[in-house]
């Protein structure tokens, strides 16, 4: 949220430790300098895992997952690998939840498949609240993520149910109470979670989120927590080292006021003095995308993906700084392959659609955009993008002019709608006229303009800037008689 997908999935464990990690509990030999081969059967990825669902490979995934818990809980492997293995039902395509319920239907004892529909319906619960501050945000959006959140936090207390000892359950509700505003709640459910494991990184992690300024909290309220973690790692080191979420949300901060210069400052020394953690480079890469330094960026970007692979959010970064420098064939294949671990994400929808417009394929755009829809509606560039695409790509101005007259029917109230109209109408209009279609023109500055004189917030904002402007280009036309809508 608040530019970086901040809600996409842990951080992946780096190959090798993954298969030392099996080979603790699957067992591997060990060659005569230490290190542990590679096991005959490695964790799948995300995508395997996924795959493994739409198979109806339910004792397969039974299997894995709770050999996995258990070896947590014995102490034999860290929280994380548990946690990156459930995050790969964070995939948002549209067939797994039929799939996560016939697992539950199968095993209906399964704390598993309980606890991996619900890391599932907390994913969409984000996409549909989208990543604006609450004051921007449609009410629309807020109660169709609360509903999502309700049949989340049911699925994970009836998974703790079945096993009280999954702490990754209170972390994954601890994100849905400080979405809802229960303050309360969860500070409780850190409680409960550290209770079973006063180690755990994922509820020191989730806690630790909700303290940052966006969601009401402060960079003191964070420091002080970590303080207080700080001391009570000299008792236990397996507690996790808190300093780098802080830094980076600092950096984050700097980040999202323009000062990229500062937020790199504190990066360069984050990643000297704490560490090569993924989310240092990817951000330090956006902030020097920001500032048009493509190499560096690059760089960090490629670093980030050496580091975590999975992760959708750097992939997207990476197919907006190809698609910036014109590299399109490398950035429809970083944004694709993002897809296929968040299918309805409606900002990578859009990436995507971007990069098929400027690759000539406008029905490839408008068909990634109609999808975007479904959670990103309230977005007023899923509205004006294929509005443009129609009209100036396609020579469909009606069709266009449509799109944009649905954006302002579903937002009426809400300035940016006509902000949009207004500016889409302008560039059609201007891009008709251009081309000799003064009629054309003159029919969609008409358009705009009834219907931004029947609406108060229109009237307001724009209608007295936008009046003369529209109108003497609509006289110059001389089709005033015949343009009407």
Not at 85 to 109: C, E, T
Not at 417 to 434: E, K, P
Request: glycine fraction near 6%; hydrophobic fraction near 40%.
């Amino acid at each position: 949220m608040f530019g970086l997908r901040n809600h996409s999935r842990p951080g992946a464990c780096g190959r090798a430790l993954i298969f030392a990690l099996l080979c603790v509990i699957l067992g591997c030999p060990q060659p005569a300098n230490g290190q542990p081969e590679k096991p005959k059967h490695p964790i799948p990825g995300s995508l395997e895992l996924i795959d493994q669902l739409r198979k109806d490979e339910f004792r397969k995934l039974e299997t894995l997952l709770n050999r996995l818990q258990a070896a947590y809980e014995a102490g034999k492997i860290p929280e994380e690998t548990v946690n990156s293995a459930f995050a790969a039902f964070m995939n948002s395509g549209a067939d797994l939840k039929g799939r996560l319920d016939a697992w539950i239907l199968r095993f209906p004892g399964s704390y598993a498949a309980l606890l991996a529909r619900g890391y599932h319906t907390k994913a969409l619960g984000w996409h549909a609240r989208q990543g604006a501050y609450v004051k921007f945000t449609d009410p629309t959006q807020m109660r169709r993520m609360e509903q999502y959140f309700a049949r989340a936090r049911a699925d994970f207390n009836a998974a703790l149910e079945i096993n009280p000892r999954l702490t990754i359950a209170y972390a994954e509700m601890i994100g849905i109470a400080m979405a809802l505003g229960l303050d309360h709640e969860r500070v409780a459910l850190m409680a409960k979670g550290l209770a079973i494991d006063p180690a755990s990184p994922s509820v020191h992690y989730a806690y630790l989120y909700t303290l940052r300024p966006e969601w009401g909290g402060s960079f003191s309220a964070m420091e002080r927590f970590v303080f207080m973690t700080e001391a009570k790692r000299l008792l236990n080191p397996k507690i996790p080292n808190l300093k780098e979420s802080v830094v980076r949300a600092r950096a984050n901060r700097f980040r999202l006021e323009g000062k990229y210069r500062d937020a790199i400052g504190i990066l360069d020394k984050a990643i000297a003095d704490l560490g090569h953690y993924a989310s240092f480079y990817r951000l330090r890469g956006a902030c020097r995308r920001a500032l048009r330094n493509f190499g560096p960026a690059l760089e960090d970007l490629n670093r980030a993906l050496t580091i975590d692979p999975e992760n959708p959010g750097t992939l997207s970064d990476r197919a907006l700084l190809y698609f910036i420098q014109d590299r399109h064939t490398a950035g429809l294949k970083d944004v694709t392959l993002a897809l296929k671990y968040d299918p309805r994400d409606p900002g990578l929808l859009r990436l995507r659609a971007d990069i098929y417009r400027a690759m000539k394929k406008p029905e490839a755009a408008i068909r990634d955009l109609r999808e975007a829809m479904e959670f990103g509606s309230f977005d007023s560039d899923v509205w004006m993008t294929p509005a443009k695409i129609y009209a100036i790509d396609m020579n469909d101005p009606t069709k266009a002019m449509a799109y944009m007259e649905n954006m302002a029917r579903l937002r009426p109230r809400h300035p940016d709608t006509w902000l949009g109209y207004h500016s889409v109408a302008m560039d059609i209009g201007m891009h008709l006229y251009q081309h000799k279609r003064d009629c054309d023109g003159a029919r969609v500055f008409l358009r705009f303009l009834n219907s931004c004189r029947d609406n108060a917030v229109c009237k307001k904002r724009l209608w007295y800037t936008a009046a003369p402007i529209m109108g003497s280009a609509v006289a110059e036309t001389k089709c005033r008689a015949s343009a009407a809508p």
